[in-house]
């Protein structure tokens, strides 16, 4: 359990310093740069909550098709149980 706190702390260490070198790189790069890589940033992000979207929307679709009929099936045996 311990090994695991250590590791944990690690992580977090890595990922702030990681972090704090991107900005300051950030802050070397000419303003063409800052606004290519931020509008990449962007594209990647909206990717990723499309593809996540799709995803949800494909199990929404999912439960709504199969949903009403296991919905009238539970309604008909508890007709038939009354």
Known sequence: MM???VLL???LAASV???GLRGRASLS???IRRVVTMM???QKKIEAEGKRDQELYGKFMC???TGASDLAASVQAAETKM
């Open 3 to 5: 090994s695991l706190r």
């Open 17 to 19: 310093s990681a972090a």
């Open 29 to 31: 790069m000419n303003p």
């Open 63 to 65: 439960y709504c098709q």
């Open 9 to 11: 702390v690690a992580c």
């Open 40 to 42: 990449q940033d962007m």
